[in-house]
C-alpha cells in the first residue's frame, strides 16, 4: 500500500468497513482490461464485447454523437462509433463506464449526478492526452484511462456515504476546496479511497499512483509527470467547464511548473488552447 494512503490508513478501515460487499470488476471490465495490454484489437472483437452491455453500448453511442466526438451525421452502430471515436479510446471509455456504473444504484440517494461526473471524468482524459501530447510528445504515455478514473473515489463516497458527502459538499460550496472539506469531515479523500479501490482491483500500480496524488502532485514520488498532467487537465476542466460541485476551488499546485518544466506563461498558454479547443467542440464555459 501506498505510504501516503497508510498516514490514513486507520480512517480508512473505519469507512470501508461500512462498505459490507464490493462489487467484483464485471466480466465486461475484465474483457477491456485485458484488451488494454494489446495495442491493436480488431473491431470486431471490441464490438462483440461491448455489445454484451447495453449500458457501455448506449454510452459509447451516445458519446460518439456528442461534442466529445461527434460529426455531422449521427452514427448508430457500435462498429461505426468505434471507427468514429479510435478502439484505445473506445477501450477506455468502456472500461471506465462499467467500472462506475457499478456504483451508480438508482435506489440510493446520490448528492452527486453520475453523467455530471463521467464527463467530467472523460473531459480530464481527453485534455490530458492534449496536454501530454504538446509537452511530452516523445514519451507517448497515454493517459486518458487516468482521467477517466481519476474521481472513482467520489462515485464511492456517493454510493456508500451520501450523508457525510453531502456535508462536504456544503463546506466546499462555501468556499473550503474539496480535499480539504473531505478531511475535515471523512479523515480522508476520494483520492485515498478511490486508490484503495484500484488497489483492490488489483488494478496497474501506475493508475493507483496517479489517482492518490491528482491533487497533491509534489508527494508523487513515481509516475510524477504524468500526476502533474491528470492535475493540470483536472484544474482547467473544473475551473473552466466541468466543475464536480457549484464551487469547484480547485487549487493548481505551482510544483507542476516544476515537474513538468514549463512557466506560469506556458500554464496560461496551454489554459487558452485547451478552452479554445472545448469551445470549438461546442462546450460553453462554466460561469464562475
Same mark, same amino acid.
Given at each position: ?63 460518439? @454523437? ?9 452514427? =448508430? %452502430? ?10 484505445? @479510446? ?14 451508480? =444504484?438508482?435506489?440510493i440517494t446520490k448528492i452527486l449526478d453520475f453523467d455530471r461526473l463521467f464527463n467530467h471524468s472523460l473531459a480530464v482524459g481527453m485534455i490530458a492526452e492534449f496536454i501530454m501530447h504538446h509537452i511530452y510528445p516523445k514519451i507517448g504515455e497515454k493517459v486518458f484511462i487516468y482521467g477517466i478514473l481519476h474521481d472513482i473515489g467520489l462515485i464511492v463516497l456517493n454510493r456508500y456515504f451520501p450523508e457525510l458527502l453531502s456535508r462536504v459538499i456544503i463546506k466546499n ?21 478511490? %486508490? +484503495?479501490?484500484?488497489?483492490? +482491483? ?13 491533487? =497533491? ?18 484544474? &482547467? ?13 480547485? #487549487? ?13 506563461? @506556458?500554464?496560461?498558454? &496551454? =489554459? ?6 472545448? &469551445? ?5 464555459? #462554466?460561469?464562475?
Amino acid at each position: 500500500m501506498n505510504d501516503t494512503l497508510q498516514r490514513h490508513d486507520e480512517s480508512l478501515r473505519i469507512a470501508v468497513q461500512r462498505i459490507s460487499k464490493l462489487p467484483t470488476i464485471p466480466d465486461v471490465a475484465q474483457k477491456i482490461m485485458d484488451m488494454l495490454k494489446d495495442d491493436i484489437t480488431p473491431i470486431d472483437k471490441l464490438e462483440g464485447v461491448i455489445t454484451k452491455d447495453p449500458i457501455i453500448s448506449a454510452k459509447i453511442l451516445s458519446y460518439a @454523437n456528442s461534442s466529445f466526438f461527434g460529426m455531422d451525421r449521427p452514427t =448508430t %452502430t457500435v462498429s461505426k462509433a468505434i471507427i468514429r471515436i479510435g478502439t484505445i @479510446n473506445v477501450k477506455n471509455i468502456a472500461l471506465g463506464i462499467s467500472l462506475m456504473t457499478m456504483f451508480d =444504484t438508482p435506489r440510493i440517494t446520490k448528492i452527486l449526478d453520475f453523467d455530471r461526473l463521467f464527463n467530467h471524468s472523460l473531459a480530464v482524459g481527453m485534455i490530458a492526452e492534449f496536454i501530454m501530447h504538446h509537452i511530452y510528445p516523445k514519451i507517448g504515455e497515454k493517459v486518458f484511462i487516468y482521467g477517466i478514473l481519476h474521481d472513482i473515489g467520489l462515485i464511492v463516497l456517493n454510493r456508500y456515504f451520501p450523508e457525510l458527502l453531502s456535508r462536504v459538499i456544503i463546506k466546499n460550496e462555501a468556499g473550503i476546496p474539496l480535499i480539504e472539506a473531505e478531511m475535515q469531515i471523512l479523515g480522508f479523500t476520494h483520492a485515498h479511497i478511490g %486508490t +484503495w479501490l484500484v488497489d483492490k +482491483w488489483n488494478l496497474p500500480e501506475d493508475i493507483s499512483t496517479t489517482l492518490l496524488n491528482h491533487h =497533491t502532485p509534489a508527494l508523487a514520488n513515481t509516475q510524477r509527470e504524468k500526476t502533474a498532467v491528470i492535475h493540470l487537465a483536472d484544474y &482547467i476542466i473544473s475551473e473552466r467547464f466541468f466543475p464536480i460541485t457549484k464551487s469547484s476551488g480547485y #487549487c493548481l499546485d505551482p510544483v507542476v511548473l516544476d515537474i513538468m518544466g514549463i512557466s506560469q506563461k @506556458n500554464i496560461e498558454d &496551454i =489554459t487558452a488552447r485547451v478552452t479554445s479547443y472545448m &469551445i470549438s467542440k461546442g462546450f460553453d464555459m #462554466c460561469n464562475k
